[in-house]
């Protein structure tokens, strides 16, 4: 059974740092791209980045590009998210997804606010 758990979400100021981690179970997570997406309150479901299997190739949103960097551990099946420079745009609940299987975590929360 697949299992995805976000860890590391909170408040932080304008300007600041987070870094997420979802630790992953239940399938050979060395071999799928893993995503990150967010949901902003009251909007709707926002891609934000993805890395490919081995690391080597990453990709992201136009909103967070230069900001978040995804990488990844496959030897501890654990997939990251560091968010540098915050908005309060930001602000969203963050979901790590295995999307081919249309798999995903529970969510953390982020919020950015003075």
């Known amino acids: 059974q697949v299992q995805l758990v976000e860890s590391g979400g909170g408040l932080v100021q304008p300007g600041g740092s987070l870094r997420l981690s979802c630790a992953a179970s239940g399938f050979t997570f060395s071999s799928y791209i893993m995503s990150w997406v967010r949901q902003a309150p009251g909007k709707g479901l926002e891609w934000v980045s993805d890395i490919n299997s081995g690391g080597g190739s990453t990709y992201y949103a136009d909103s967070v590009k230069g900001r978040f960097t995804i990488s990844r551990d496959n030897a501890k099946n654990t997939v990251f998210l560091q968010m540098n420079s915050l908005k309060p745009e930001d602000t969203a609940v963050y979901y790590c997804?295995?999307?081919?299987?249309?798999?995903w975590g529970q969510g953390t929360q982020v919020t950015v606010s003075s």
């Open positions: 997804a295995k999307i081919s299987g249309g798999d």
